[in-house]
């Protein structure tokens, strides 16, 4: 967006810009949220950032009116395949928390320096600045949401001192961490539980097709799914975690808050039925990476709006985009079990791939966070190396290439995670016994978010295009069931195969195709797949 088009969305107070980029004003020294309702500055006296981080080095404190920092991400960093975008992605999941600059430098194959001064170039702040925004927002979110001690929001979010976390919610609040705290509508008491309970902030509108999606492929003991609610055990850098996320309606999810009582309370008022997140357990030092893991699970940063926007401009996608707005791409809580899901899943069912992942899950330890009928996590690449023989069934070579990945990923030969991009789990994976393309692209867009995968030759994106409006192959003129094809989407008259037209939004397009899928009534089969993997949907990709 160029600098009238940020300007436009302010003075139209535009909440699906909200974390999308930050409102400097050289005349108050603030920085607002582009919905901020105070009065639209002038344009002379306007600065833009793309990080709150920027904002603060510019000297700018937070606007105590609009909050900008209670806010969803932005999707941008998904979108980005540079050194940013990949860079925030481990920043948000606590890489400089836990390993420092050196450690991020090092994980993105550039020196600390070198990484110090393209994120300046690009972002308007170094990479110790911009997590020390993040600490920002993760404690502002814990203070006005939690009744914890204030010793314990600062190490939780990722402060190496309560004096650093005072001097930073100072600095960018310009107010006391209890001073912060009483801004909250709802004050919350200490907790007579070790547990948390946060409201989720996102973008409306929201699809719950997500908790389905993760529903009928969680393992028992490990995960818990139903329609709209989902709860899993998880292992961290500091421990185990245990958590659940439940989705009760719709609501205005444009801010966090904080629930007792059944009742949540946003920082932008009252609301019902909210996206809640409930923290079991959790090494307080792991709650950054958890949140941000969340996030990435359901979606949250994405901006549907604009999704849609392009999606629904496809005559093909148009009803699909119209009955299920909002449609999330589901992300992962660990890279690497990703990957294993996946390799199990290749060419046998939803059901079978389910079965054969609780068997593996025997692998795995007891968890030392179990609650709520989940007492297991998810075996280790090690644990999987060492007994997988064992408990997987099926061919022999499927077996012996799974057991490969699992030895790569447990002695460090095959790295993969959140700062990887297309072009680089292409170089990692496909040199890898039994995975292929479509794998790479699924596991793209599962672990990095890419919104542009399309998995042409996935047997259910086929299936679902033929349940579409239209019927198979692509549509000409006006002779689809569905809406008409519009001139400006076929200027050449046909609709392309491969959905170029709705570009970059194609993983969101095959969500679309994978859920008509599952939806249209069950046909014989035609033949053998022609990919190393069915799909997720008629198949599984866990």
């Not at 629930?259 to 996206?275: A, N």
């Amino acid at each position: 967006m160029d600098f009238w088009q940020r300007y436009r969305a302010i003075d139209a107070r535009d909440t699906r810009f909200d974390g999308q980029f930050f409102t400097a004003v050289r005349t108050t020294g603030i920085y607002c949220r582009p919905s901020c309702p105070a009065r639209t500055p002038k344009a002379e006296n306007v600065t833009f950032y793309e990080t709150s981080a920027a904002a603060h080095e510019a000297g700018y404190r937070a606007c105590k009116r609009c909050l900008p920092e209670a806010v969803p991400g932005t999707p941008a960093w998904n979108l980005r395949s540079d050194i940013a975008g990949r860079a925030m992605r481990l920043i948000n999941d606590g890489v400089i928390n836990r390993d420092g600059v050196e450690g991020l430098a090092a994980r993105l194959g550039y020196s600390s320096r070198q990484l110090n001064r393209i994120l300046s170039h690009e972002l308007g702040a170094g990479p110790l600045s911009l997590a020390r925004a993040s600490r920002a927002q993760t404690a502002r979110t814990l203070l006005v949401s939690t009744g914890m001690k204030l010793a314990d929001v600062a190490f939780a979010a990722g402060f190496s001192s309560v004096r650093q976390f005072n001097e930073t919610v100072a600095e960018v609040f310009d107010m006391t961490p209890t001073a912060l705290r009483s801004t909250a509508r709802h004050h919350p008491s200490a907790p007579a539980s070790t547990s948390l309970t946060l409201a989720l902030p996102y973008r409306e509108p929201f699809d719950p097709g997500v908790f389905s999606f993760l529903a009928v492929r969680a393992i028992p003991g490990i995960e818990a799914g139903a329609a709209t609610s989902y709860a899993r055990t998880l292992r961290l850098p500091h421990g185990d975690a245990r958590f659940s996320v439940e989705y009760t309606g719709a609501g205005n999810g444009s801010a966090g808050g904080s629930l007792e009582g059944g009742t949540l309370e946003y920082d932008g008022g009252p609301h019902r039925r909210p996206l809640v997140l409930t923290i079991g357990a959790v090494d307080l030092r792991d709650l950054p990476a958890l949140l941000s893991r969340v996030r990435r699970l359901f979606d949250l940063d994405a901006d549907p709006v604009a999704i849609d926007g392009a999606l629904g401009a496809d005559p093909r996608l148009a009803a699909s985009v119209a009955a299920a707005p909002g449609i999330r791409l589901p992300g992962a809580l660990d890279p690497q079990e990703l990957l294993i899901r996946a390799m199990v899943g290749q060419q046998i069912t939803v059901a079978a791939a389910r079965t054969a992942l609780t068997q593996l899950a025997a692998a795995g330890s007891p968890s030392t966070a179990a609650g709520d009928g989940l007492s297991r996590l998810f075996p280790s690449p090690a644990q999987i190396a060492e007994a997988g023989s064992e408990l997987l069934r099926g061919p022999r070579r499927r077996i012996e290439s799974l057991l490969a990945v699992a030895t790569a990923l447990a002695d460090n030969t095959l790295d993969l995670g959140y700062g990887d991009d297309l072009p680089g789990l292409s170089a990692k994976l496909l040199p890898q016994p039994g995975i292929g393309p479509w794998t790479v692209g699924y596991v793209a867009m599962r672990v990095i978010g890419a919104p542009d995968i399309f998995l042409a030759n996935d047997a259910a994106v086929r299936n679902g295009i033929r349940a579409l409006p239209g019927g198979a192959g692509p549509i000409t003129g006006s002779s689809g069931r569905g809406t008409a094809p519009s001139p400006d989407v076929l200027s050449s008259g046909i609709l392309s195969p491969d959905f170029r037209e709705v570009s970059p939004w194609r993983s969101y397009a095959t969500m679309h195709l994978w859920r008509a899928a599952a939806a249209a009534p069950k046909q014989p089969p035609r033949g053998a797949l022609t990919n190393e993997s069915d799909s997720p949907m008629k198949v599984t990709v866990q």
